[in-house]
Structure formats: structure tokens, C-alpha cells
């Protein structure tokens, strides 16, 4: 099971992405002050529209790129995906860490910094990270 520090180490690791809190005091990351993952443990008003489905695990909320990457996700895998109404027309998604693996979750983080991150940065990442033909 990933932790916060795997998942503190993936998202700093990406161009220009800082770690600041949460207006509720809880870690989030940002690139250029624009949030693309969070720790987002359920409120009352999510355990209550959740009832008996609701995770008791720890919950990454990240941003995703549109509405229809947050559907593909939710209807791929929602042992792992979930969203609450509070998300309801908000491109981002709850992860829960205890169902995810490592390579998965480097995926949704990286992700999530490209949805937020400006296009010129992501676009040099992308190029820097794809494999040449050697």
C-alpha cells in the first residue's frame, strides 16, 4: 500500500511542484500555485451520501484532465476510484491508497500535475520523459 510520503516523493518530484497545506490545514500539492493533489479525508456530508459504501482509508483527491477522464476512471476501477457530491462537475477524483499500487498511483499524480500544469512546462516534461529511439 502507498503511503503519503510515496505519495509526497512522486508529486515532488515533478517540474516546479511545491508542497503547501490545505486551507483545512491538511498537505496538498501544487505546480505554480494551482492544486493537483490533495489529502481529502471524507466529511460528514460525504459519509452520509456514501452510507455503507464509504472507505474508511486514507483518500487522495486528484485533478483530472476532464469530465470524461474522471468517468472512464470511476467506471474502470471503483474498488480504487470514488467521487462524492461535492465533486459533482469538478474534474477530480478520490483515490483510495490502500487499494492502489505504486506504478498506478505515480500515474494518476503525474496525471493530475499535467492537467494543472501550464502548457508550455508540460509539453517540455512530456518530451523529456518519453523514451528516444536509440
Known amino acids: 500500500m502507498p503511503s503519503w510520503e510515496d505519495v509526497r516523493r512522486i508529486a515532488l518530484a515533478l517540474p516546479e511542484a511545491s508542497e503547501r497545506a490545505s486551507y483545512d490545514g491538511l498537505p496538498a500539492w501544487r505546480v505554480r500555485d494551482k492544486p493537483f493533489a ?12 456514501l452510507g455503507a459504501a464509504a472507505p474508511d482509508g486514507p483518500l487522495l483527491g486528484v485533478r483530472v484532465a ?3 477522464v474522471k468517468e472512464a476512471l470511476l467506471a474502470d476501477d ?3 476510484y470514488l467521487t462524492t457530491p461535492h465533486f459533482d462537475g469538478y474534474p477530480a477524483v478520490l483515490v483510495q491508497l490502500d487499494r492502489i499500487g505504486l506504478p498506478e498511483l505515480t500515474e494518476v499524480v503525474t496525471e493530475a500535475w499535467y492537467a494543472r500544469a501550464p502548457k508550455r512546462l508540460a509539453a517540455t516534461h512530456r518530451a523529456a520523459s518519453e523514451p528516444t529511439d536509440g
Open 78 to 80: 471503483p474498488s480504487v
Open 66 to 68: 476532464d469530465l470524461g
Open 38 to 49: 490533495w489529502e481529502r479525508p471524507l466529511r460528514r456530508a460525504d459519509l452520509e451520501a
